[in-house]
């Protein structure tokens, strides 16, 4: 088993060594800067959560991962065989960093559509955060974005972002107010120089938009329009395939249909697979292809039994709701009036309850 370092009281945002426990054991959260992930990293990752936890590998609403299900030791320790395996697959090159390594990118950028091509950009914004030893104390909720001028990432509420205007050129953004126009080169270091600002001034704020002046302080400019929601398109694209993986769990049959390489996770819990792929053993796994799918249209939170408030299984709602009664619009399963991991657009709530 492996020591945790001390938690800040008011940060719970669980990484591999800071785990969050919850009814069904410890979830530990893995950071894919971008949603790019390394060469074999999703198939080994499905091996350690056979062998340490639930089996699953799950994609949450940044292009992260998680794992649950966890054991861990009286001292709330996970596995070192989970933390060996994890670091070996290259999900854990800094440590001391690993929950502060928040970054969303297009995920088509570069092979289909946008502006330009951000893909240099998110290597370098990860290692300039990593390098810089102050930006260890961010938030774990703290996010950066990276949009290639196609409105994707924007949709996000990214704390700092970098949006392409045209060819070489960015507007930062500032929580949700505006910031200046750099040119490609000053992106990253903008970015870090802004975050160091925040980490400095933030107190008990976790998000920029939370600090008393909404982000002015950072030199946010006029509050920003609300963006207009982001349709993300399903099945073969130009140069690549997306696929949206059903409330965003990923079994080890799925895993076992998908590449080894060039795997990139969206943060609508999908994949983008550039490049050229038949997509009838992907929908044979259970993948979902189609735009008009009401999976599309489907989201729940974790549910009872593995989140100790929730009156229902809400996987098992979801998937009858899906198979019987598909919804018009946005429907969100929760467990609990908390509704916890609710969309920030139009949608219904149907609240899961076991049978008495």
Known sequence: MVDLPPAPAQDRC?????????ADGALVRLRASGGRLPDGGLQALSDASVAFADGDVHLTSRGNLQLRGVAVDECGGVPA??????????FLPAPSHERVRNIVASPLSGITGGRVDIRPLIGALDAALCAEPTLAQLPGRFLFGLDDGRGDVTTLRCDLAAVAVEPGLFRVTIGRRSGPVVPAGRVVGTLVDLAQRFAAIRDTSWHVHRLPEAGAELGGGAPLPPPARYTVPYGPLPGAVSALVPLGILAPAMVAALPTRDVIVTPWRGLVLPGEHDPQPLHDAGFVLDGTSPWTRTTACTGAPRCSLAEGDTRATARRTVADTPPPGHLHVVGCERSCGAPNFPHTLLLARNPA
Do not use: S
């Not at 065989?81 to 290259?90: D, F, I, P, Q």
């Open 81 to 90: 065989g989970l933390v060996e395996a994890v670091t070996a697959a290259g």
């Open 14 to 22: 669980p990484g591999l060594l800071r785990p969050h426990l919850a």
